[in-house]
């Protein structure tokens, strides 16, 4: 059974930092496009970050730019998000997702096969 679980969200002041992980069971990463998406109450899914499968491309939200950083090691079937300079506004939970990598279209979360269960994010001013 494919599966996806975050884990590292937690409370965090502004201006802290935090590292999420996306760990996979059931199969093997490889070839697999990851993108990391975020969802506050009565707002849509928002794009985050997202890594090719090979890890040498990576995209960013504007609003994540030059703080947000998503890495990968397909070794350990892990993919990782790191956050830094964190702004309330950050808050929300945070769902990493996976496909199959065709090069596009990484910020568009329907395009996305398998999703984690989510982690939440609270960033304190």
């Known amino acids: 059974q494919l599966q996806l679980a975050e884990s590292g969200g937690t409370l965090a002041q502004s201006g802290g930092s935090l590292r999420l992980s996306c760990a996979a069971s059931g199969f093997t990463l490889d070839y697999y496009a990851i993108g990391w ?13 997202a ?10 939200a504007d609003s994540v730019k030059g703080r947000f950083t998503i890495s990968r090691d397909n070794a350990k079937n892990t993919v990782y998000l790191q956050m830094n300079s964190l702004k309330p506004e950050d808050t929300a939970v945070y769902y990493c997702a996976a496909r199959r990598d065709y090069y596009s279209d990484y910020d568009l979360s329907y395009e996305y096969d398998y999703w984690g269960q989510g982690t939440q994010v609270t960033v304190s001013s």
Do not use: C, D, L
């Open 37 to 49: 998406f975020r969802q506050v109450p009565g707002k849509e899914r928002e794009f985050v970050a």
């Open 51 to 60: 890594i090719s499968w090979s890890g040498g491309s990576t995209y960013y």
